[in-house]
């Protein structure tokens, strides 16, 4: 971003004191308002799976308003493409968009033994298909919205993704092994019909 005059300059140096002073006034320190968002920083939040007390079944899926919000050890690519349509003509080629495809996501937990993380997650699953019974999209309602909430370098919401229509397809542990010293992880596909962003 080019900067052409003096008071730009203060304003861009002057936005907060968290900085580095190295060859400025020590009054001047480098800004964080320009900087783009990083790759850490986010939380997880699913509509309809917010705790509802304590038992073998903790999580209450189908309760309206209920919300169950982690933090992510890493999300997979979100995103969605539109396909050509293509018109041959005598000598050209003209394309049109077609079609458009999601893409699947995978959402990566840490299992700690504080909190309930695998249990949650596994009975999200069982919306999409329920071992116990035998049924598949025996939940009431088992498509619901994934939220992707980024933070800014003090933890604040800055932009949010909304998994629209999504569905856990995946539900899948790490490898138990002594051999690593690494958190174990659970991890989760999900299906999604559109994807919304928008500031926070």
């Not at 006034?25 to 939040?45: C, N, P, V």
């Not at 695998?118 to 939940?139: C, H, I, R, S």
């Amino acid at each position: 971003m080019p900067i052409n005059n003096k008071n730009t300059v203060d304003e861009y140096l002057s936005q907060t004191n968290r900085g580095k002073t190295a060859g400025l006034e020590s009054s001047q320190t480098l800004a964080h308002q320009y900087d783009a968002f990083r790759a850490y920083g986010w939380l997880i939040s699913i509509d309809g799976a917010g705790e509802a007390g304590a038992g073998s079944n903790p999580f209450n899926f189908s309760e309206p308003g209920s919300i169950l919000t982690m933090a992510a050890r890493s999300v997979g690519v979100i995103g969605y493409a539109v396909d050509d349509i293509t018109i041959d003509k005598i000598n050209d080629k003209y394309y049109y968009p077609g079609k458009v495809s999601t893409e699947e996501t995978v959402l990566t937990f840490d299992n700690l033994l504080s909190g309930p993380a695998a249990e949650a997650l596994f009975d999200w699953m069982k919306q999409t298909y329920n071992p116990l019974d035998g049924t598949l999209g025996g939940g009431k309602n088992f498509k619901t919205d994934v939220h992707l909430t980024m933070l800014d370098h003090e933890k604040n919401p800055k932009l949010v993704i909304h998994l629209h229509g999504a569905y856990c397809k995946n539900f899948r542990t790490a490898e138990f092994n002594y051999a690593t010293n690494d958190f174990h992880t659970v991890d989760v596909s999900v299906r999604y019909d559109y994807v919304t962003l928008e500031a926070a």
